[in-house]
Antibody
Framework: EVQLVQSGAEVKKPGESLKISCKGS????????IGWVRQMPGKGLEWMGI????????RYSPSFQGQVTIFADKSITTAYLQWSSLKASDSAMYYC????????????????WGQGTLVTVSS | DIQMTQSPSSLSASVGDRVTITCRAS??????LNWYQQKPGKAPKLLIY???SLQSGVPSSFSGSGSGTDFTLTISSLQSEDVATYYC?????????FGGGTKVEIK
């Protein structure tokens, strides 16, 4: 069974750094893209970017380019979303998601989702 | 970026009603359009992919149609368990983009 298990909720102060994780299991981790999606409180879904753990090919949405870093450690089948300096506006729920097939473009959607990681940034 | 516009942003309907949600892309995306259902406090769930293909395990009361720029998600007979927010998403070209969502409630 494919599973994506995300790290727990975080409470941080503005300016602090943070790394949240998404551990994949039940499939060959290096063969599938993993994407990250932001959902601010009471708002819709925003696609942040995606990584192919096999070769670390990473694509960012222009809205998030330079604001976050997506990377993966295939030795422990885990993808990460990292901030170097958090802002209050980074407070949101963050989901990782995996497409149904090896491609993420033209593929049958994101079939597998993590449970979400709530990030709260407050002074 | 391709902009995805959903309408309405919310709707209220009675149990058993037919419900239709539309999604329009700012440029042609062929049939690379997916629909997700998100219930409060839960992760999104894939309902429909490639505009009209029903994801395994999803009730047949859900259907999708469309191609090019205009797409529709239909719930043929609304049930209480369908209360959720529905999102369209294009995966034709990066960056992938979502519609703003349609919140469905029971009248």
């Amino acid at each position: 069974e494919v599973q994506l298990v995300q790290s727990g909720a975080e409470v941080k102060k503005p300016g602090e750094s943070l790394k949240i994780s998404c551990k994949g299991s039940g499939y060959t981790f290096t063969n599938y893209w993993i994407g990250w999606v932001r959902q601010m409180p009471g708002k819709g879904l925003e696609w942040m970017g995606i990584i192919y753990p096999g070769d670390s090919d990473t694509r960012y949405s222009p809205s998030f380019q330079g604001q976050v870093t997506i990377f993966a450690d295939k030795s422990i089948t885990t993808a990460y979303l990292q901030w170097s300096s958090l802002k209050a506006s980074d407070s949101a729920m963050y989901y990782c998601a995996r497409p149904a097939e090896r491609s993420f473009l033209g593929a049958p959607g994101f079939q597998h989702w993590g449970q979400g990681t709530l990030v709260t940034v407050s002074s | 970026d391709i902009q995805m516009t959903q309408s309405p942003s919310s709707l209220s309907a009675s149990v058993g009603d037919r419900v239709t949600i539309t999604c329009r892309a700012s440029q042609s995306i062929s049939r690379f359009l997916n629909w997700y259902q998100q219930k409060p406090g839960k992760a999104p769930k894939l309902l429909i992919y490639a505009a009209s293909s029903l994801q395994s395990g999803v009730p047949s009361s859900f259907s999708g149609s469309g191609s090019g720029t205009d797409f529709t998600l239909t719930i043929s007979s609304l049930q209480s368990e369908d209360v959720a927010t529905y999102y369209c998403q294009q995966n034709y070209i990066a960056p992938l983009t979502f519609g703003g969502g349609t919140k469905v409630e029971i009248k």
